[in-house]
């Protein structure tokens, strides 16, 4: 958000930093972390339901960035937006979410689960999918 024009290359690399590590880490939550959290109860069901919303938002900001000039007129908007969605879920589990779930599981299931996760990591793909 703060490079000038001129860095825009910089820029460039920058996004497709994000874009492969956001789309790991929304695969990574989908696959391990929100199955196990629809298990603590209906209100972090209902957390996890808007979270996939707010992943299919992030995931299609994703995929137009990834496909778009970075010299086109929208890049930067839409480079604003994706941050703006990103804080927002990030906020909303970190107030929300994980206090619950650390309040509902043992240490020893955090472990484990924390396990599961970091595996996931090699095989979570890195580029946004549909």
């Known amino acids: 958000e703060k490079l000038s024009d001129r860095a825009i290359a910089a820029g460039h690399d920058l996004v497709d930093r994000v874009i492969r590590r956001m789309t790991t880490h929304i695969h990574i939550e989908e696959t391990v972390f929100y199955p ?11 957390e996890v ?31 604003e937006v994706l ?32 396990e599961e996760m970091e595996e996931a990591r090699s095989a979570a793909p890195t580029h946004p999918t549909p």
């Open 49 to 79: 339901l808007e979270g996939i919303e707010e992943h299919h938002l992030i995931k299609t900001s994703l995929r137009e960035l990834e496909g778009l000039d970075p010299h086109d007129e929208r890049y930067g908007a839409k480079v």
């Open 83 to 114: 941050s703006e969605l990103i804080r927002h879920h990030h906020s909303e589990e970190e107030t929300d979410m994980f206090p619950r779930v650390r309040r509902a599981l043992g240490m020893d299931e955090l472990r484990h689960l924390a």
């Open 36 to 46: 196990r959290v629809r298990e603590v109860g209906r209100t972090a069901k209902d």
